[in-house]
């Protein structure tokens, strides 16, 4: 059995049945020709995956390492391998001059993570600046290329989260950064600073998250929980009638998003805890494990939320993160 809590940010105290590291093309080739139809579950650094049980399987870790930069005279490429960093992939483009990552500095996880979640912050979606992701299909073994259009990109979601779960393992990430992007400014508190430059904001987010989510690796937790909500205007109109400042922004002429943590603040959810796991009391959108918590405790309390928040502003909240089970992942 191997020990899964140094390999999840949330830390809970769970066993995986075997691990096994990839490195190259060929290590995935002969670890999933070898699992065939074994249970498995594809890690990077656990930033996005919380193990609330011992899970009766493979662990299959994500090493795949790499940056290839091309570049023209109106944009910069970047080929990145999976297993890559996600932050030092962004000091490392400002340190090279290229620039639109900074608003995603300090995101966890890898870069095989960044398409799969479409990970965003501060207006920025990654998607923007994804050319095409490649990937080994599991069932056919074999590594394949997928355009921008092909992978399905919308709100914190794509298609490895639904018709190629558990059947592709991403590879290597397609990036093209154009020489001309603006700096993007429009979300507070970025707002507050006066002709910004990618440096200025790469420093802001970080302090910013730096001030507000606690750090994993002294407190255990897997970054925002929920994701935004996407509502109707109907909805939003009927929250307004007994929230006037409820906060939101335009996704359409039809929908806005509304932040998942101040619906759960307004139910006085910050600091409450369910056997050793709480919600923050600085950021409701982050629950953390105190050092005692375990799964059970995890799910009583997100649950908890979401039907809370489901019977007070109608409106379904879903987990970002990924709850991992015996068998993989769960519904919350």
Known sequence: MVPLKNLHTFGFDTLAQHLV?????????????????????????????????????????????????????????LSVGSGESWHDLVEYTLSIGAYGFENLALIPGTVGGAPIQNIGAYGVEIEKFIASVEYYDIHLNSFHILNHQDCHFVYRDSIFKHQLFNKAVITKVNFILPKNNRVEHSYAPLNQLVEPTPIDIFNKVIEV??????????????????????????VLNEIKMRYTSVPHYKVSHTSVKIPAAWLIDQLGFKGKMYLGVKCHERQPLVLVNIGSGNGRGLLMLARQIKQDVSNAFNIELENEVRLVGKNGVIDL
């Open 21 to 77: 590291e990839v490195h190259t093309k060929d290590d995935l080739v002969s670890v999933f020709q070898g699992l065939k139809t074994k249970q498995f579950y594809l890690l990077g650094e656990g930033s996005n995956s919380i193990f609330l049980e011992d899970f009766a399987g493979t662990i299959v870790l994500n090493k795949l390492k790499g940056i290839q930069v091309h570049e023209n005279e109106n944009e910069v490429g």
């Open 209 to 234: 998250r730096t001030e507000k989510l606690p750090n994993p690796k002294v407190l255990g937790n897997a970054g925002s929980f929920f994701k935004n909500p996407v509502v109707t205007n109907k």
